[in-house]
């Protein structure tokens, strides 16, 4: 078995015992990259050379005798919304393509103190606004499973690249669903901890009531051990969880007999695929046969959830991208004749069509006119959602659903109706809303062989019981042991991004 197969609680004692270097762990990625990535597209930047260096470094002080830290060695994929000082962020846009942040954000400083090594930025959509990575201004991404259909999106690369075994684990973004959806989508698992739990210093903001960033990877026990890495207190995000946090690999006991898990009818509506509905229907089965006790439960407001969610997110958008305005970074328009049609030339420019879609909406709803009937009107049905969850948390430990209605889509499916790529987030908006927990874990395959991810959500701030009862279903399915047969169409093609 190659280094870069293994997942990061095989790789970490072989590093921490120095059957293997650091330096022969990241090679093995580097080549893995270097092999696929021209098919999959999973990278828009490869910092190849920094990772090789670190790596050396990294060997050099555990030769020395210093003890192996949390995350030593291992290789991590970030999205490329996130701040890497000295390495391009673009946010797969025209408009930060040649944008090289002066600082790193929050959650990669932890990664690097921890001894995690960033082997690249990897493909979304254009600054986290879609479901397909098809918005991506650079190029879209491949679905490892199936080169014709999508990974997902936004955080599309970020899902690719770790089941593609392009990187150990990865960090993605989640304001509506865009860790959650591409992890069932690429058949990993992918968790948007709770609003607060981990620093947004450092990412481009999108909606920022509702932005998390979080871990993907290939299992639960990887999740665990990379979110004790990067949540915890930051003061430079000030929505930021000031208490003390549980050892989250601690509370992985694949025991769930005195758990109550509801499920909200509402999630099984029409637009559920059938096959997405079998697969999650035999999950809850294998769940009762673990000792769960299973109940219907009901959010009456959450049919409103989607509608809400593009208004707010969209209002959010509109006023955090007013930034991009071409005067201190990202792309300028040449020859404007003064200040203000230049900014209007250069976002006219630089931004792509659901960008401008969404900036026109938000500020549409933002209006003098419009915000009453509108923006206000999305913020209350926010709260009944949330009041809706904490109702339901006092009768049961977590929630369950499908993570999305489908599996990973053809590619240009639904590029032209914007509506129907919306439709795919309907089951993981509703917690972004309330600011709970939620993971994606493979539940399933169709008979075509794409995966199918089951979303357990929790109340806020217990990721705790969230990752106990992934872990426990995991544990007693084999689904998050498959692996794409990528080695077809390997050779038609080699080099990921642009390399730096
Ligand atoms: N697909 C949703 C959107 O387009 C969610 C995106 C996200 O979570 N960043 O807004």
Same mark, same amino acid.
């Given at each position: 078995m190659k280094l870069n197969e293994l997942r990061a609680h095989e790789l970490l004692p072989m590093i921490e015992r120095q059957e293997v270097t650091v330096e022969e762990a990241v090679t093995e990625t580097l080549d893995r990259i270097a092999a696929i990535d021209g098919i999959i597209k999973a990278y828009i930047t490869v910092t190849g050379e920094r990772a090789l260096q670190r790596a050396k470094e990294a060997d050099a002080r555990l030769r020395k005798g210093e003890p192996p830290r949390p995350l030593e060695g291992l290789s991590v994929a970030i999205k490329d919304n996130i701040c890497t000082k000295g390495v391009r962020t673009t946010g797969a846009s025209r408009y930060l393509e040649d944008f090289i942040p002066p600082y790193d954000a929050t959650v990669v400083e932890r990664l690097e103190d921890a001894g995690a090594i960033v082997v690249g930025k990897t493909n979304m959509d254009e600054f986290a606004m879609g479901s397909s990575t098809e918005n991506s201004a650079m190029f879209p991404t491949k679905n490892p499973w199936n080169l014709k259909r999508v990974p997902g999106g936004s955080s599309g690369g970020s899902a690719a690249c770790v089941i593609a075994e392009e990187a150990v684990f990865s960090l993605g973004s989640d304001t509506g669903g865009s860790i959650r959806q591409p992890a069932s989508f690429c058949g990993i698992v992918g968790l948007k901890p709770s609003?607060? $739990?981990?620093? #947004?210093?450092g990412l481009i903001g999108y909606a920022s009531s509702m932005d998390q960033i979080g871990p993907m990877a290939r299992d639960v026990k990887d999740c665990a051990l990379i979110l004790q890495a990067i949540a915890g207190y930051d003061q430079r995000d000030s929505q930021s969880y000031p208490n003390e946090l549980p050892d989250y690999t601690g509370c992985?006991?694949?025991?769930? #007999?005195?758990i109550t898990v509801g499920v909200?009818? @509402?999630? $099984? /509506? @029409?637009?559920?695929s059938k096959t997405v509905k079998d697969a999650f229907m035999k999950a809850l089965e294998k769940l009762e046969e673990l000792g769960a006790k299973v109940v219907e439960v009901s959010l009456p407001h959450v049919r409103h959830a989607l509608a809400a969610y593009y208004v707010i997110s969209s209002a959010e958008a509109s006023s955090n991208l007013a930034r991009l305005d071409g005067v201190r970074y990202g792309y300028r328009a040449a020859g404007c004749e003064d200040s203000a049609s230049m900014m209007a030339v250069s976002r006219g420019e630089g931004l792509g069509p659901e960008v401008k879609r969404r900036i026109v909406l938000g500020t549409y709803v933002l209006s003098e006119e419009n915000h009453k009937k509108y923006f206000n009107e999305a913020l209350k049905v926010r709260s009944l959602i949330s009041q809706d969850f904490q109702e339901v948390f006092e009768m049961c430990d977590c929630l369950m659903g499908p993570t999305s209605p489908t599996v990973a889509f053809e590619a240009g499916e639904k590029t032209r109706n914007p509506l129907e790529m919306y439709l795919s987030d309907v089951y993981t908006v509703p917690p972004n809303l309330a600011g709970i927990p939620g993971i994606s874990v493979p539940c399933g395959f169709d008979e075509e062989g794409m995966p199918i991810g089951l979303q357990i959500m929790a109340g806020q701030y217990d990721e705790a019981t969230l990752l106990r009862v992934a872990y426990a279903f995991e544990q007693a +399915? /084999?689904? *998050?042991k498959g692996r794409p047969d +990528?080695?077809?169409?390997? *050779? @038609?093609s080699a080099g990921g991004g642009r390399s730096v």
């Open positions: 609003y607060g $739990l981990v620093s #947004r210093y992985l006991i694949p025991d769930i #007999r005195n909200p009818k @509402e999630f $099984l /509506d @029409e637009g559920l +399915t /084999d689904f *998050h +990528t080695q077809k169409g390997a *050779h @038609e």
